[in-house]
């Protein structure tokens, strides 16, 4: 499934991997998890418990693309990196209703 099939579904658990600083300097999306990158580690398997498909994202995708690296070799069978967090809102904003 693509990203936007997964945001398309409805049925997704969104987690921001920005520092809790950079949410609240540039803004976050609602219903996003912070589990900021340095945090994953320790927190992985709260991530893996997540039964559904898992969107990651930051700034600009970097982090998020380490972070889905990262959680896909402990297991992860469903993430996917949304990108930075401007660019997934408008995508999120655009699909509202369409499912």
């Known amino acids: 499934m693509s990203l936007i099939e997964v945001i398309q579904s409805g049925n997704y658990e969104?987690?921001?991997?920005?520092?809790?600083?950079e949410l609240e300097m540039d803004g976050n999306i609602d219903g996003a998890k912070n589990i900021p990158l340095g945090?994953?580690?320790d927190r992985q398997d709260e991530i893996l418990s997540i039964e559904k498909p898992v969107i990651l994202f930051c700034r600009s995708g970097n982090r998020s693309g380490k972070a889905l690296d990262y959680l896909n070799a402990q297991g992860l069978k469903d993430g996917y990196n949304g990108g930075g967090w401007s660019e997934l809102k408008a995508v999120l904003e655009a699909n509202q209703g369409t499912f």
């Open 14 to 21: 969104l987690i921001d991997v920005r520092e809790p600083m």
């Open 39 to 41: 945090e994953v580690e």
